[in-house]
């Protein structure tokens, strides 16, 4: 019988970041990014997870799961840790996948992140994307924009999430926090909402669909600051994803709107650190000068990569940019370094170099 709350302890004890629970398999921890064995744990069962599912989800969300396979939710832990959820099926049966949610919100500076990327929560309109893939820190860094205009500025804000992670206090800011399927239908009811609710800043969870994407494009150009992510691992793809969701009918009129509405787009991954104690984001920040803006009209976002090279004096650098002040400054190893670097090898294929002794 699996015991979540032991499992739950042993997660805040490692610093993990994520449960696994799979129907035969012994509970699998991420702890710095590699999975590990729970201690002591038996492996789980369909009854396991089945009476799992049953204690800990509401009605409706038991409906969603049973019609669609899946849900996510959002949990709280016996010591008041905060999970967010996500039950699914697979070819075993029921499973279950839990992140942790840091119990306060980090500042840029202590996710490690330059100092430049705060100025993102000092932007006043327009549409700031987060991007990375899966666990590649973006709620942290979002959570951590809204937490400095929260406390810095008088600004009504909004959140959209599915579910809802880091809980935020009012401080200066009005800040109204709502989940999706519960609070409201969905991403792009909720951006539409907030149109008719003098909102300063609205966070989007996701840019999932066409309709969300139309009405975050939208509610930047009214003067809001719209934050959304992406699963994209540049500007430039991030932008081509933007413009690709719509069809191809209207392409055209889009790249013209993203031109005009895209403030700022933060890719971002996570690297080991050399001393194996945690990790670390390695960035690329891409801001929308004019030169930026007319690439995108003109649909040359190949181009991209090369204006932001040339771009530092404006705010930007590129991904292997900040990777290698990672590797300089002593935070990932070299090895870490050319696994990490876009466009190069994982594997280091040369020969070992005869030691200096």
Same mark, same amino acid.
């Given at each position: 019988?699996?015991?979540?709350?032991?499992?739950?302890?042993?997660?805040?004890?490692?610093?993990?970041?994520?449960?696994?629970?799979?129907?035969?398999?012994?509970?699998?921890?991420?702890?710095?990014?590699?999975?590990?064995?729970?201690?002591?744990?038996?492996?789980?069962?369909?009854?396991?997870?089945?009476?799992?599912?049953?204690?800990?989800?509401?009605?409706?969300?038991?409906?969603?799961?049973?019609?669609?396979?899946?849900?996510?939710?959002?949990?709280?832990?016996?010591?008041?840790?905060?999970?967010?959820?996500?039950?699914?099926?697979?070819?075993?049966?029921?499973?279950?996948?839990?992140?942790?949610?840091? =119990?306060?919100? %980090?500042? $840029?500076?202590? *996710?490690?992140?330059?100092?430049?990327?705060? +100025?993102?929560?000092? #932007? &006043?309109?327009?549409?700031?994307?987060?991007?990375?893939?899966?666990?590649?820190?973006?709620?942290?860094?979002?959570?951590?924009?809204?937490?400095?205009?929260?406390?810095?500025?008088?600004?009504?804000?909004?959140?959209?999430?599915?579910?809802?992670?880091?809980?935020?206090?009012?401080?200066?800011?009005?800040?109204?926090?709502?989940?999706?399927?519960?609070?409201?239908?969905?991403?792009?009811?909720?951006?539409?909402?907030?149109?008719?609710?003098?909102?300063?800043?609205?966070?989007?969870?996701?840019?999932?669909?066409?309709?969300?994407?139309?009405?975050?494009?939208?509610?930047?150009?009214?003067?809001?600051?719209?934050?959304?992510?992406?699963?994209?691992? =540049?500007?430039? %793809?991030? $932008?081509?994803? *933007?413009?690709?969701?719509?069809?191809?009918? +209207?392409?055209?009129? #889009? &790249?013209?709107?993203?031109?005009?509405?895209?403030?700022?787009?933060?890719?971002?991954?996570?690297?080991?650190?050399?001393?194996?104690?945690?990790?670390?984001?390695?960035?690329?920040?891409?801001?929308?000068?004019?030169?930026?803006?007319?690439?995108?009209?003109?649909?040359?976002?190949?181009?991209?990569?090369?204006?932001?090279?040339?771009?530092?004096?404006?705010?930007?650098?590129?991904?292997?940019?900040?990777?290698?002040?990672?590797?300089?400054?002593?935070?990932?190893?070299?090895?870490?370094?050319?696994?990490?670097?876009?466009?190069?090898?994982?594997?280091?294929?040369?020969?070992?170099?005869?030691?200096?002794?």
């Amino acid at each position: 019988m699996l015991d979540l709350a032991a499992l739950f302890d042993q997660v805040t004890k490692s610093n993990a970041s994520d449960l696994h629970l799979r129907v035969g398999l012994k509970p699998r921890l991420r702890v710095h990014g590699e999975r590990i064995e729970a201690q002591d744990s038996p492996a789980a069962t369909d009854g396991d997870l089945e009476e799992l599912l049953v204690q800990s989800l509401h009605d409706h969300h038991r409906v969603q799961f049973e019609a669609q396979g899946e849900v996510d939710v959002a949990c709280q832990g016996p010591l008041g840790t905060r999970y967010r959820t996500n039950y699914f099926r697979d070819a075993r049966g029921i499973a279950a996948s839990f992140r942790r949610i840091q =119990d306060r919100v %980090q500042s $840029i500076a202590e *996710l490690g992140m330059p100092a430049q990327v705060e +100025e993102l929560a000092k #932007v &006043r309109r327009g549409l700031v994307l987060i991007t990375g893939a899966t666990g590649s820190g973006k709620s942290s860094t979002l959570a951590a924009l809204v937490d400095w205009i929260n406390r810095n500025e008088t600004r009504h804000i909004v959140t959209l999430e599915d579910p809802v992670e880091f809980v935020h206090k009012p401080i200066k800011s009005l800040i109204r926090q709502r989940n999706l399927g519960e609070d409201v239908l969905d991403f792009a009811s909720g951006v539409r909402d907030a149109l008719r609710g003098d909102v300063d800043v609205l966070l989007v969870g996701e840019l999932r669909d066409v309709e969300t994407t139309r009405a975050a494009l939208s509610a930047s150009e009214t003067g809001m600051l719209v934050f959304g992510t992406l699963h994209t691992n =540049d500007a430039a %793809q991030t $932008i081509d994803r *933007l413009i690709d969701v719509f069809p191809a009918a +209207e392409q055209d009129q #889009v &790249r013209t709107v993203v031109a005009e509405a895209l403030a700022a787009v933060l890719s971002q991954t996570l690297l080991t650190r050399a001393s194996h104690r945690g990790r670390v984001a390695a960035t690329e920040l891409m801001v929308a000068t004019p030169a930026i803006q007319a690439l995108i009209r003109e649909g040359r976002t190949h181009d991209i990569p090369n204006f932001m090279q040339g771009g530092r004096d404006k705010g930007m650098w590129r991904m292997n940019d900040s990777i290698t002040r990672l590797m300089k400054d002593g935070t990932i190893s070299q090895g870490e370094q050319r696994a990490s670097m876009r466009g190069t090898p994982v594997l280091d294929t040369r020969k070992p170099q005869p030691s200096a002794t």
